[in-house]
């Protein structure tokens, strides 16, 4: 029996990299999954490669800042599958790298909107959906804007820093009710997403330096904290930021 045999999990950003692998790991553990993204193609195949291994998955594509769109996914995971008992939050961009006077104001608010709003509009439906029966919240946010300072990055650290304050919220707003909330924040981890950030050798030897294990996450090393968080593993966990970053936040050399 899987750690997750029995539950519903919903996971955004689930057409690639760290959300792609995930819902794979929950659906392999046993839960029933609600897989979200813009592009269908993308949901389509995870729910093809789940369905192969045994699993139940139901695509929905769309924009998660959309708020009908994060309100349809609770409404599938509860009409299709009965309920929701786990959420994973992680549709994100990196937005514009920027000197902040060059940043304008719609690339601020859109990083703000995808990785931030979003992550509101997720917990604003999910949490009634749990509130029977418990659950586990979990938000992607990051070592940016939290132990890192980096340059060019205003709108993503601000965006992901408060994401852990929403987390800290929430957490203390519904642990009577046995729902926990918390944080992920992975290091570099070898996604389309860093490739964004610098796909040069350069760029990548630079990335893995900085690390304590001087290299990246894979997206299944992410997607494994992500299931510890999601299971019973956890089970007194919550408003956490919990780091699982290669050591890049205490790496000095
Ligand atoms: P990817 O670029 O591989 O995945 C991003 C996912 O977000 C895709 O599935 C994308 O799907 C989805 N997404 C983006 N915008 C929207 C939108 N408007 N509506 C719906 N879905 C959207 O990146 P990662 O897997 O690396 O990133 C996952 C999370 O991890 C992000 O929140 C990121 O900030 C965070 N993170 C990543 C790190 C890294 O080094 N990779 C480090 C720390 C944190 P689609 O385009 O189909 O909509």
């Known amino acids: ?23 794979k790991l ?14 269908k193609n993308r949901l389509d195949t995870l729910v093809a490669e789940i369905n192969q291994i045994g699993g139940e998955a139901i695509a929905l594509a769309g924009d ?7 309100q349809s996914l609770v409404e599938l995971a509860v009409k299709e599958f009965n309920g929701l008992d786990i959420a994973l939050n992680n549709a994100g961009i990196l937005g514009q790298s920027k000197a902040t006077p ?12 995808v990785n931030l709003t979003s992550a509101f509009l997720g917990a604003k439906y999910q949490l009634p959906a749990m509130e029977s029966s418990g659950g586990s919240i979990i938000f992607t946010s990051s070592f940016v804007g939290y132990t890192i300072g980096m340059p060019q990055m205003a709108a993503y650290a601000a965006s992901k820093a408060g994401i852990i304050g929403l987390t800290k919220a929430l957490a203390s707003e519904y642990g009577s009710q046995n729902i926990r909330v918390n944080a992920l924040l992975p290091g570099g981890t070898d996604t389309p997403m860093a490739r964004e950030f610098g796909d040069t050798p350069e ?17 299944e090393e992410i997607a494994k904290s ?28």
């Open 203 to 219: 760029v990548k030897e630079f990335v893995k330096s900085i690390h304590a294990l001087k290299r990246m996450a894979s997206p």
């Open 64 to 70: 998660v800042t959309d708020e009908s769109y994060v």
């Open 1 to 23: 029996m899987g750690s997750l045999t029995g539950k519903v999990a919903l996971v955004t950003g689930a057409s690639s990299g760290i959300g792609y692998a995930t819902a």
């Open 226 to 253: 992500a299931l510890y968080l999601a299971s019973e593993a956890s089970s007194f966990t919550t408003g956490t930021a919990m780091l699982v970053d290669g050591g890049i936040s205490i790496c000095k050399t």
């Open 102 to 113: 060059e940043l304008a104001l719609k690339e601020w608010q859109d990083a703000m909107n």
């Open 26 to 39: 929950f659906a392999q553990e046993g839960a029933k999954v609600v897989v979200a993204a813009r592009r």
